[in-house]
């Protein structure tokens, strides 16, 4: 909406936007659809903006040889209003006008046999669920098996959240106009919105600079820009030191897994402080790193681990913690111990963000740089939120927290929402199923650790490592099921997802 006021304050006509989408809208339909489907399509419209998109189209798509039906709920207004006269001059009788649900109800019948449904009743800027006739046309639309095209977004949502607040249209395609809005991206919202294609809107090229997004969508370009460069006489010590600190009886893969992604990521050297009785395990299995053991108690790290810890720091151009950690006062004491070191580049994980729940003061006192990497019920705990309301607003409060907190959030996905001190926030769209496993998020935290120390400054080290996590994933499950990759089998894919991003592409499979 915003948009449309800024092209209009610059004398852009309404209704030329509207012609402009429309178009674009109807040309999507005819790429996707074959003419069979959308040779018969049946359009439910409301009286504003969205209404008069979808009454563009299917003048339009009649215009390609489609049989198009129009049923407007109520007055069309404005630019709406020409579009439906202009529908009504190239297609007499094809547009129906219905006030209630009663006459709605009337044409059940048309709306069962079309072969392609448009749902154009309600766009963006609608406040709460919605109401009367609206909600009657989208429980309509539930009843239809013929695929369904939402204008913009699906009748019902939410632009700018994931939240569902009523009854809302499932589409099978959704054209965002100009851009991709929240609802597209975030759950639940996104469930409804299917295949999500973007048509591109004539709005003067200025106002895109005038206003900024929420968030960007991370690209294959963005990633490669930021990767930290290689020099040709670069060794070990060139590309940096990660330290991490983690582990218990029980959860030795945790800690191996985090350290082996760090040195996927470009690290130089990893070393890893674990607990006694698990040293023998991850230094066998993460045998390019130098593990080290450190006083336990009932498996995990005792609080005299602390001081050993400690030892270790000035040697770490990155610390990260929690991954495996436990829960203890052992593993509290270590984790204070490294909040209150000093260290300056610092990434939490996992059950380092648990002890930091239990003293939520830690965030809001001058710190090192801080990377957190909190799913969302980490995140829920930290902020004393539901975790649903997280994941359905999950690009507010990763801003938010993160300019409160003045610390770089990598809010877990899907998508995965990075936020920077600055309020900037970038979203990584890459992965899967597959990463829902425990220990996906392992290999993520040492990836970003990895990248962070080897060169990249800390937000895009976050973001890079998002999406370089999700693409090891879809890399994999080109040939294998989603649900049957496995954490550890992520690092057989790291090096071809970051040779892509370095344009060094291979045709062997993974």
């Known amino acids: ?69 129009v049923i407007v709920l109520g007055e069309p207004a404005g630019a709406a209003a020409e579009q439906a006269r202009a529908f009504s001059a190239c297609f007499p009788e094809r547009l129906v006008r219905v006030e209630t649900e009663g006459e709605l109800a009337g044409w059940q019948g048309e709306v069962s046999r079309a072969g392609l449904v448009i749902d154009g009743i ?24 013929a695929p369904i095209v939402a204008m913009d977004l699906p009748s019902g949502l939410f632009a700018d959240s994931g939240e569902v607040p009523g009854p809302a249209v499932r589409a099978e395609l959704t054209l965002a106009m100009g851009a991709l809005k929240p609802c597209h991206l975030l759950p639940p919202a996104a469930e409804h919105s299917g295949r999500v294609e973007v048509v591109p809107v004539a709005y003067p090229p200025s106002i895109w600079e005038e206003i900024g997004p929420c968030a960007w969508v991370l690209s294959d370009e963005d990633c490669a820009r930021a990767l930290p460069p290689r020099p040709r006489f670069g060794h070990k010590g060139t590309f940096g030191r990660v330290l991490v600190v983690g582990g218990a009886v029980g959860m030795a893969g945790a800690v191996s897994l985090a350290a082996r992604a760090a040195m996927q990521a470009g690290a130089g050297l990893v070393h ?125 409060q990763a801003r938010a927290r993160a300019v409160e907190w003045r610390a770089v959030i990598a809010l877990k996905g899907p998508p995965t929402a990075i936020a920077s001190p600055q309020g900037e926030v970038c979203l990584s769209t890459t992965g899967n199923t597959a990463l829902a496993h425990g220990g996906s998020g392992d290999v993520l935290a040492g990836l970003i650790a990895g990248l962070w120390a080897s060169g990249a400054q800390a937000f895009p080290a976050a973001w890079l490592g998002a999406f370089v996590h999700g693409r090891a994933a879809e890399l994999l499950t080109r040939r294998a099921a989603e649900r049957a990759i496995l954490p550890g089998e992520l690092s057989s894919a790291i090096p071809r997802a970051l040779a892509e991003l370095e344009g060094r592409t291979e045709d062997e499979p993974v």
């Not at 005819?30 to 003419?35: I, L, Y």
């Not at 439910?44 to 563009?56: I, T, Y």
């Not at 930290?382 to 359905?392: I, M, Y």
Request: proline residues 8%.
């Open 122 to 145: 309600l766009g963006v800027g609608v406040e709460g669920p919605a109401r009367g006739l609206a909600r009657a046309a989208i429980e309509l639309l539930g009843d239809t098996s």
């Open 272 to 396: 890893v402080v674990v607990p006694e009785p698990i040293y023998p395990v991850v230094e066998a299995e993460v045998i390019e790193a130098l593990v080290h053991p450190a006083p336990a108690q009932q498996g995990m790290f005792s609080p005299q681990a602390a001081e050993l810890v400690l030892s270790w720091l000035p040697m770490a151009d990155v610390v990260l913690v929690g991954p495996g950690l436990g829960r203890g006062p052992g593993p509290a004491e270590v984790v204070h111990a490294i909040l209150t070191s000093g260290h300056q580049k610092l990434v939490l994980d996992a059950d380092a963000l648990f002890h930091l729940a239990q003293s939520p003061k830690a965030l809001t006192r001058k710190h090192a740089e801080l990377i957190l990497t909190p799913h969302p019920g980490e995140f829920a705990r930290l902020v004393g939120r539901p975790a649903a309301e997280v994941v359905s607003h999950k690009i507010e």
């Open 1 to 69: 909406m915003e948009l449309d006021r800024k092209a209009e304050g610059l004398g852009m006509p309404s209704l030329l936007l509207m012609e402009s989408a429309g178009r674009g809208a109807a040309e999507i339909i005819s790429q996707v659809f074959p003419k069979e489907v959308w040779g018969r399509v049946v359009v439910l419209a409301g009286k504003g903006g969205n209404g008069g998109d979808a009454l563009c189209a299917a003048r339009w798509l009649g215009l390609w040889g489609a049989e198009p039906l």
